[in-house]
């Protein structure tokens, strides 16, 4: 008799809670259905309070049902929750192109992104009244020279049983990056190996200070190009050769008036959802022989 093959569990989670309430409502909805595992907190979005927070954490009342996760935010058109961080524009973090060439350039000040990302992994435990489960960065920020050994620092010494995410993909990247629509040229694809480099040193640093971090990460695709993303074809890409304990990124939610106004990426967040929230979606992760952790 042959052995029964068990499903790998994998890490579903959306991003950006805490941006919008509507963004909130739609990645609660899908958490209390099962259909995602995991979401990451924006403490640092104007929008996100402690009505919020209780809101979440209601879902694992009783039973830990979800992953709840910090998402250190850096990026403009946010602001900084610390007193003294720099730079700022116009109060604002810097755009996500400067912040990446700043660090880079090694032009950051590493005492005052670690007081910011401590102050954010504070807010969190205030919110949540724990350490988070998990640690990433919006827009992946946390993977940028100096930024990565400033929160490498932060967790190590505040949240040390908390797990960080590294966006390298399955066998460290050089697995062909599973694209139904053949976008290999694309900015899809670009940004997954510039994540996979990024998250190569980023493995290495968490490793020798012995931070647990994910095996391989999916979900990446071009969020500018809202004729050519067609997430319901690029889902089950996401899902091939990802090991047990795999991340996929997600951003599903609903759109309104705080959203746009602090972020781009909208109408792609409805699609999302209505892809994760349909009744086919369980018999895809079936098919693919994998399981929400």
Known sequence: ?????????????????????????????????????????????????????????????????????????????FRSMSPDFRPTRAGRFPSLTEMMARGMLRLLDRNRLAMEIATQLKAFVA??????????????????PQVREALLAVVKENAPLAWVRQCGRASNGLTRFADPLRQSASAASRKAMVLDVLSAKFRALAAAQGIKTNPAFAGAYDFASATGADFAQLFPGFLKELPAGGVVMCHPGFVDAEL?????????????YAYLADDAFPGVLRAHGVALA
Request: aromatic share 6%; with cysteine.
């Open 260 to 272: 746009e106004r602090l972020d781009p990426l909208t109408a792609l967040r409805e699609r999302e």
């Open 127 to 144: 919110m949540f009244g724990r350490t988070p489960d998990f640690i990433d960065g919006h827009q992946h920020v946390h993977l940028f």
């Open 1 to 77: 008799m042959m052995a029964e093959v068990l499903p790998r569990p994998i890490w579903l989670c959306a991003d950006d809670y805490g941006i919008s309430e509507s963004v909130d409502k739609a990645i609660r909805d899908l958490l209390m259905r099962g259909r995602i595992n995991a979401t990451s907190v924006m403490v640092a979005a104007p929008s996100f309070h402690r009505a919020e927070a209780a809101s979440l954490n209601a879902i694992n009342a009783g039973t830990r049902r979800i992953a709840i996760g910090l998402h250190v935010t850096l990026t403009g058109p």
